[in-house]
């Protein structure tokens, strides 16, 4: 199967972003982070496929620029038909069940996925399909938002590869998630 | 005003008990954290009073040994007077507004106080009294339990002080609140 990996920044209270989707408490969305990308380039650049729901595709498709060309990516979403069907060049989407999308993707060669946003985070943790976990803090209470985790049935044991500490504040942890425990 | 301390340890998802106060998930419960206590010690030499609410204080005084010898604790719930009121032995109950209670606290002397328990922390960081945060993230998700933080009402700004990774894969950030923001 395809390694998974998750690459997200939360409020230090857990939260992804606003009730309404807003990034705005991210220093980074108006240009204060000083040209550091916490090592996303070079995470990006070593995936091939990235898999998100129907909200982060709408978030992003009303981005100025695409941010994933070069990538192929899955639209998860109940809407769609359980077989890959094109979206746009490079987006599909589908309502198949998580394992048999990796199944799918894994088919065609794809080896490492960017797995993104809340909803579709939390149902791949809960299926024991996320490998790696990488983290950035945000020094900011929000008090309330969408959250990164949600239930997960039962306890998820994870083994702490690295941290660190940014100028800025930002805290990034990376977590291998033992999924055989 | 005293100055006002968290030092607590959560999930990855932000607990800091199970919904029925469990804390088994916490590795050093049951020994393994191979005598290693995180700073507490020195966090605890350095204060001389805690508050919490009457749910701590319930858990609390089930251990065999009461942990907060030779230290002033300060009970915060609506079923005390207003005044401070003795429980025990160095223990009293009140349900003086936070600020007031400090206010008290400071007229004995007392400059740095330890405040404990999901509600508490929650209040205190709402009233803009927590100085700094101590937070050791234990690498497991729990999916559901007691929240470390709540609704603030506004954004809480935090400054990064130091970040220090366990053997264990404990992670452990220490922010000074900015009431001031």
Redesign the interface.
């Known amino acids: 199967m395809p390694k998974c990996s998750v690459f997200i920044a939360t409020s ?3 939260f992804i972003a606003r009730k309404d989707g807003a990034l705005d ?1 991210l220093p980074s969305s108006d240009g204060a982070s000083g040209g550091e990308d916490y090592g996303y380039k070079s995470f990006f650049e070593s995936i091939d496929a990235l898999i998100f729901g129907r909200k982060t595709y709408e978030l992003a498709s009303s981005f100025a620029e695409w941010p994933y060309t070069g990538k192929s990516v899955v639209v998860l979403s109940s809407c769609y038909p359980k077989t890959l069907q094109p979206i746009s060049h490079n987006v599909e989407g589908t309502s198949l069940p998580p394992r048999n999308l990796l199944s799918e993707l894994e088919s065609r060669g794809v080896q490492h996925i960017y797995v993104d946003g809340g909803t579709t985070i939390q149902s791949f ?1 809960r299926n024991g399909l996320i490998d790696e976990l990488t ?1 950035t ?1 945000v ?6 938002g969408i959250s ?13 590869i ?2 660190k ?1 940014f100028p800025s ?3 990034q ?1 990376k ?1 291998r998630v033992d999924n055989a425990a």
């Open positions: 230090l209270d857990g408490w943790l983290i803090r020094p900011v209470l929000i008090g309330e990164l985790f949600g239930a997960t049935g039962h306890d998820i044991r994870l083994n702490h690295s941290t500490a504040g930002f805290v942890s977590y």
